[in-house]
Nanobody, 115 residues
């Protein structure tokens, strides 16, 4: 059974930082592209960042320079380091694992940026 479990969300003040983690099980992690997506209140889910199985990274324009995605294949975990958070970053953050036609999602972790 495939499981993706996100953690690390919470309430943070503007300008603060958070590190999200997504632990995967039930897949050969190193063979998957891993992504972070988010869905803000009243908005559609959108891409935040992707790291391919080869380590290439792709970022949405709105997070470049503030967020960094990384992966630890030994720990089957993908991370999203977020700095200089803004109120508009408030959303539920989801990770996914993609390999050709296989796509799995986690249940998400809430990030709230507010003073």
């Amino acid at each position: 059974q495939v499981q993706l479990v996100e953690s690390g969300g919470g309430l943070v003040q503007p300008g603060g930082s958070l590190r999200l983690s997504c632990a995967a099980s039930g897949i050969i992690f190193s063979g998957y592209d891993m992504g972070w997506y988010r869905q803000g209140p009243g908005k559609q889910r959108e891409l935040v960042a992707v790291i391919t199985n080869g380590g290439r990274t792709i970022y949405a324009d709105f997070v470049k320079g503030r967020f960094a995605i990384s992966r630890d294949n030994a720990e089957n975990t993908v991370y999203l380091q977020m700095v200089n958070l803004k109120p508009e970053d408030t959303a539920v953050y989801y990770c996914n694992a993609r390999q050709i036609s296989r796509l799995y999602w986690g249940r998400g972790t809430q990030v709230t940026v507010s003073s």
